[in-house]
């Protein structure tokens, strides 16, 4: 399973494992998305980091941000085949997980990990769980074993039992529909922006601004969409302890799923800084990404040589690295829109 051609992953990964690490997290996640492929290679990712053994992670008990993917934990996780990491799917003749599959999974995972950080097991299509077996998995998801990690995949989760959803951490994952009418939008209004060169400042901080209203319209997003789904709402008489690490589960959950729509939003960015770049090499037989901007495109990569428009690509590479570290995002994306070539 190639996971490293989703590496917006990695975003909402670091995030997990940092927290998991500090044990600030309860240990049962519930990723929810469109495309079960990519639940999986998320799911992947996760359980090859906290048991990611490669020579840059040895620092002694802590769990590592990211995973090096060629150590040998690394490879037999992505092969499935390390003995840590349990899969559990429903059978492909009934296409339901049954009680007897969840009592498995919970035994394997009782046990110490042999070799990694954590026993990790991944339910694929948790809304398979008849519900017996949903039942029989509840004392587990509630108090997961000591160093293990459950994650539930579904791409109908509400077909889950509220019972299931309220003990897990839920994250939703976005799918690879390409580009659609909201996301090409604000690329359109920046790239209009840039119609005529910004010969001052004050002109370069306009688009800034364009960028910085996106991401905060993704930021609301990501924290209404985490709150309309909270269990708080669900479960009003919980007690305080409780509804206290929700608030907190919520917290992560913002941030993770925030970074994730950055990172979609400055890949279609980047989209477009592609498209500008083959119009620098009049390569018409390439055709865009975005073809909706192409006059947008034309204008300013007849500004462009084709070597300022592989360095623009490279800075927006090397922005979306960067707001992979704790850096302070205004000044990261500031210090990045002053140094494009526009
Ligand atoms: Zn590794």
């Not at 996760?46 to 090096?68: D, E, H, K, W, Y």
């Not at 907190?248 to 994730?260: F, G, I, Q």
Request: contains cysteine; charged residues 25%; glycine residues 4%.
């Amino acid at each position: 399973m190639p996971w490293e051609d989703f590496p917006e992953a990695q975003q909402s990964v670091s995030l997990l494992t940092r927290s998991i690490d500090r044990g600030r997290l309860g240990h049962a996640y519930l990723f929810t998305g469109e495309s079960p492929d990519r639940l999986e290679r998320v799911a992947g990712e996760l359980a090859m980091t906290v048991n990611c053994q490669g020579g840059l992670f040895q620092s002694r008990g802590r769990i590592p941000t990211t995973a090096c993917g060629t150590c040998s934990a690394c490879r037999r996780i992505r092969e499935g085949i390390h003995p840590d990491v349990h899969w559990l799917r429903a059978e492909s003749k009934s296409r339901i997980i049954r009680i007897e599959q969840v009592r498995e999974l919970i035994q394997a995972i009782q046990l110490k990990p042999t070799e990694g950080r954590l026993k990790v097991g991944v339910l694929v299509g948790a809304d398979r769980l008849n519900p017996q077996a949903a039942n029989a998995f509840l004392k587990t998801l509630e108090e997961p074993p000591p160093a293990s990690l459950l994650i539930l995949l579904t791409t109908e989760p509400d077909r889950l039992l509220e019972t299931v959803l309220s003990r897990c951490l839920r994250l939703s994952v976005p799918g690879e529909s390409g580009l659609n009418t909201e996301r090409t939008e604000w690329v359109g209004a920046f790239a209009r922006e840039l119609q005529q060169p910004p010969k001052s400042l004050l002109s370069r901080y306009r688009v800034l601004d364009i960028l910085l209203r996106r991401l905060a319209e993704l930021r609301a997003g990501a924290e209404s969409d985490v709150e309309a789904r909270s269990p708080a709402h669900r479960f009003k008489e919980a007690d305080s302890a409780l509804l206290e690490q929700w608030e907190e589960e919520a917290k992560a959950a913002v941030e993770a799923e925030y970074r994730l729509r950055r990172s979609l939003a400055l890949r279609d960015l980047q989209s477009w800084f592609r498209d500008i770049w083959m119009a620098t090499l009049s390569m018409t037989q390439v055709s865009p990404i975005l073809p909706g901007l192409e006059s947008l495109t034309q204008a300013v990569a007849a500004r462009l040589t084709p070597a300022e428009a592989v360095a623009n690509l490279r800075r927006m590479e090397e922005t979306q690295a960067l707001l992979n570290t704790n850096v302070q995002e205004a000044l990261a994306l500031e210090v990045t829109l002053l140094r494009l070539h526009l």
